[in-house]
């Protein structure tokens, strides 16, 4: 059964920094691309945020994330990982991981960025 289980997030000040993961099962990770979304408020839809390759060469990021969140992956721990640097208030949502192609989400974590 696909698990996605996502961790890391919490309440930080503007400019602070955040790292989130998420641990993959249930499927083969490294044969799958993976993205990070956010859904910012309820009943919002979600938001691409970065996704990378099957083997981390690749990534993109939305232009709301570039310069200031990495994501990155490791195949050997089943894992995803966001970075996040630079935190706006307007960073603040729910965020996600999901393998693309599989229909599976996780419950996300909180990220709230305030003062």
């Known amino acids: 059964q696909v698990q996605l289980v996502e961790s890391g997030g919490g309440l930080v000040q503007p400019g602070g920094s955040l790292r989130l993961t998420c641990a993959a099962s249930?499927?083969?990770?490294?044969?799958?691309?993976m993205r990070w979304y956010r859904r910012q408020a309820p009943g919002k839809e979600r938001e691409l945020v970065a996704g990378i390759g099957t083997s981390g060469g690749i990534t993109n990021y939305a232009d709301s994330a570039k310069g200031r969140f990495t994501i990155s992956r490791d195949n050997a721990k089943n894992t995803v990982f966001l970075q996040m640097n630079s935190l706006k208030p307007e960073d603040t949502a729910v965020y996600y991981c999901?393998?693309?192609?599989?229909?599976?989400w996780g419950q996300g974590t909180q990220v709230t960025v305030s003062s």
């Open positions: 999901h393998a693309f192609g599989l229909a599976r």
């Open positions: 249930g499927f083969t990770f490294s044969r799958y691309a």
